[in-house]
């Protein structure tokens, strides 16, 4: 059994350790409580966006729209959205894993690269030849620490570029989705190229365009591309917020059980000191009585 002193230690250890945990949980949930109104409220308005454009695109022929020139998956660009810190439990793990299995599974016949947008994640890539070199998004790539929507557009905006001019055939979004506190989704949603729904499937279209339909898509494609990514981020900043406070919970929660554990251990370990003190004393007594 260890000695009276490390027990103190260690209880003093736990205590810090639990006081850090806790208060990393409650602001967690402040940011959390931020974080879900942003995500709640853009995504009525990413969905109807999307829905419309999908709406009225049916019954356009996109195939000469260079944002829906299907050219297969000989070349795919993943954007990976992970955080810029840890201590939030498989949050950032889970999303480097999926990555690994797109490329060894999905696209395992493909030229895959990846946009790292989150420190965790730009970690891991950049040592292997995925890693996206662009000098455009690389300052853009820490966007976690500072998500606007002006920012995200720039991201946006060069990844357009990117597929117009046929650096690559297909781009990949992959992020957590934020479902509550404690329970997260791994996305894998397509980009581009757009794929236009069926008209049978679309809404109805009865509607007076102005000026035409043609140049209304024009208009909502990127329009809509950029609010898709902006969502993933707010998505991926809520998920995180919420892994954190479940993780610092947990972490709290287990700090004490074992601080109530090292206090049941310091209390035997006191008693039997205290009991071989006193059989001491009751000896030496003894002894000097013969």
Request: hydrophobic share 40%.
């Given at each position: ?26 602001v967690?949930a402040a ?14 308005y ?8 999908e709406?009225?695109s049916?019954?356009?022929?996109l195939s000469?729209?260079d944002f ?11 954007v990976a959205?992970?955080s ?14 999926r ?31 995925a ?6 998004l690389?300052?853009l790539e ?8 002006d ?19 297909k ?24 794929v ?5 499937n ?9 000026p ?7 208009e909502?494609?990127?329009?809509s ?25 947990k972490?709290?929660?287990?700090a ?13 370990a ?10 001491e ?10």
């Open positions: 059994m260890a000695n009276l002193k490390e027990i103190r230690n260690r209880i003093s250890s736990v205590s810090s350790t639990m006081q850090i945990t806790s208060a990393m949980k409650m967690s940011k959390l409580k931020r974080a879900q109104d942003a995500i709640t409220r853009l995504r009525p990413a969905s109807k966006l999307r829905y419309i454009l709406n009225v049916s019954s356009l022929d000469e729209s829906a020139e299907d050219r297969g998956q000989e070349r795919i660009l993943i959205i992970t810029n810190r840890g201590l939030c439990g498989g949050f950032n793990s889970n999303i480097i894993k990555v690994n299995s797109l490329i060894k599974n999905d696209f395992a016949n493909s030229t895959v690269s990846v946009v790292c947008l989150g420190k965790k994640i730009k970690d891991v890539v950049k040592k292997t030849e890693y996206f070199v662009n000098d455009t690389a300052p820490d966007i976690m620490a500072n998500a606007t929507f920012r995200t557009a720039e991201i946006g905006e060069e990844l357009m570029r990117i597929f117009k001019a046929k650096e690559v055939d781009i990949v979004l992959v992020y957590n989705r934020f479902l509550n506190a404690a329970n997260q989704s791994i996305e894998v949603e397509d980009f581009l190229p757009i236009p729904v069926a008209s049978q679309a809404g109805p279209s009865d509607y007076i365009f102005e035409n339909k043609e140049d209304i898509v024009s909502l494609i990127p329009k591309l950029k609010t898709q990514l902006f969502k993933a981020l707010l998505d991926s900043i809520a998920a995180e917020h919420g892994a954190r406070m479940t993780a610092m919970h972490a709290t929660d287990n004490s059980d074992l601080k109530r554990s090292l206090t049941l251990s310091y209390n035997k006191r008693q039997a000191a205290i009991t071989n003190e006193i059989l004393i009751v000896g030496g007594a003894e002894a000097l009585n013969a």
